[in-house]
Nanobody, 121 residues
Framework: QVQLVESGGGLVQAGDSLRLSCAAS?????MGWFRQAPGKAREFVAA????????NSADSVKGRFTISRDNAKNMVYLQMTSLKPEDTAVYYC?????????????????WGQGTQVTVSS
């Protein structure tokens, strides 16, 4: 059983930076970050392969968000810069059953509880 715990969310102003962390237990997998804003569907943000050699990110965050991982610490990170009000959402960490950097929610079996990110204008 894989357990995921996110941290690092908060209230920031537009243009600020924030780093989300995800502590994973129970194995090493392809990992991803998704987000869900009020009234909207959950959407893909970024993903990283088990080795860390392959990453994918949504067009809306390319150049601003960076996903990384430290397998020795079982941690996954999402560094967010130049935050915009439209980045406001609950951010979820997810673990895939494969080693790839999957971009669809269906590829992920395990999910964290989420951490709120609010960006004020």
């Amino acid at each position: 059983q894989v357990q995921l715990v996110e941290s690092g969310g908060g209230l920031v102003q537009a243009g600020d930076s924030l780093r989300l962390s995800c502590a994973a237990s129970g194995g090493t997998y392809g990992m991803g970050w998704f987000r869900q804003a009020p009234g909207k569907a959950r959407e893909f943000v970024a993903a990283i392969s088990r080795s860390g050699g392959i990453t994918n990110s949504a067009d809306s965050v390319k150049g601003r968000f960076t996903i990384s991982r430290d397998n020795a610490k079982n941690m996954v990170y999402l560094q967010m810069t130049s935050l915009k009000p439209e980045d406001t959402a609950v951010y979820y960490c997810a673990a895939s059953t494969s080693v790839t950097a999957a971009t669809i929610a269906g590829a992920y079996k395990y999910w964290g509880q989420g951490t709120q990110v609010t960006v004020s204008s």
